[in-house]
Nanobody, 120 residues
Framework: VQLVESGGGSVQAGGSLTLSCQAS????????LAWFRQAPGQEREEVAW???????SIADSVQGRFFVSADNPKNTLPLKMNSLKPEDTAMYYC????????????????WGQGTQVTVS
C-alpha cells in the first residue's frame, strides 16, 4: 500500500491550504482514511477521519477551520485548512486502514511520508 500526501507548504497566518492524500495498492481494496499531524517535540494528533459509512470526524482543535468530506474519489481524502494559525505548524500525515468499523475510526496501519505545513 502506498500513501502519497501533497499540498503542504508555507503560509501566513489566516491563510489556507488544501492537502491531498491518495492511497493505492495492486488490489481493489477500499481504505478508510485519516489525517494526523505531529509538531516537533509533541505527540501525534488526530486531525480528521472519514469512515466507509460516511461518518466524518474533525478534531476539536481544528473544528470550524479544517474540513474533510465523505464524498471523494475512492481512496482519496483532501483536507481543506482555513484560517491557519502558527500552532497548526506540523508534519501532516495521511493514514489508511482496511478495518473500518461502522461509525468509528479505522485501525490505521498504513502511513504516508508526510507533508510539512508551516504557518508564520
Amino acid at each position: 500500500v502506498q500513501l502519497v500526501e501533497s499540498g503542504g507548504g508555507s503560509v501566513q497566518a489566516g491563510g489556507s491550504l488544501t492537502l491531498s492524500c491518495q492511497a493505492s495498492d495492486d488490489s481493489y481494496i477500499e481504505f478508510c482514511l485519516a489525517w494526523f499531524r505531529q509538531a516537533p517535540g509533541q505527540e501525534r494528533e488526530e486531525v480528521a477521519w472519514v469512515g466507509l459509512d460516511g461518518t466524518v470526524s474533525i478534531a476539536d482543535s481544528v473544528q470550524g477551520r479544517f474540513f474533510v468530506s465523505a464524498d471523494n474519489p475512492k481512496n482519496t481524502l483532501p483536507l481543506k485548512m482555513n484560517s491557519l494559525k502558527p500552532e497548526d505548524t506540523a508534519m501532516y500525515y495521511c493514514a489508511a486502514a482496511t478495518y473500518c468499523p461502522c461509525g468509528r475510526r479505522g485501525d490505521y496501519i498504513y502511513w504516508g511520508q508526510g507533508t510539512q505545513v508551516t504557518v508564520s
